[in-house]
């Protein structure tokens, strides 16, 4: 009997989640996505070969950062 009835009181919780008592409008929805914009990443020059690099990364192009270098690049022979 016990079983049965923390069944149906565990049906019943379920039952009584809260929902939103009306629908939010267009205007109220997009006032809150104002904040969720895309940032163009910051990009740098090389100080080794001039090239246009993301800020904190290693060039691609030499493989140096600040100025040190840190990744051998093969040559094409």
Same mark, same amino acid.
């Given at each position: ?27 109220? #929805?997009? /006032?809150?996505?104002?904040?969720? &914009? ?27 950062? #600040?100025? /040190?270098?840190?990744?051998?690049? &093969?040559?094409?022979?």
């Amino acid at each position: 009997m016990l079983g049965r009835i923390k069944k149906n009181y565990e049906q019943l919780k379920l039952e009584e989640m809260p929902n939103p008592k009306r629908k939010h409008s267009k205007t109220r #929805r997009d /006032k809150r996505r104002t904040h969720y &914009k895309a940032t163009a990443p910051t990009v740098v020059t090389c100080s080794n070969c001039g090239s246009s690099v993301q800020y904190h990364r290693v060039c691609p192009e030499c493989g140096f950062y #600040r100025g /040190k270098l840190v990744i051998e690049k &093969k040559t094409a022979e």
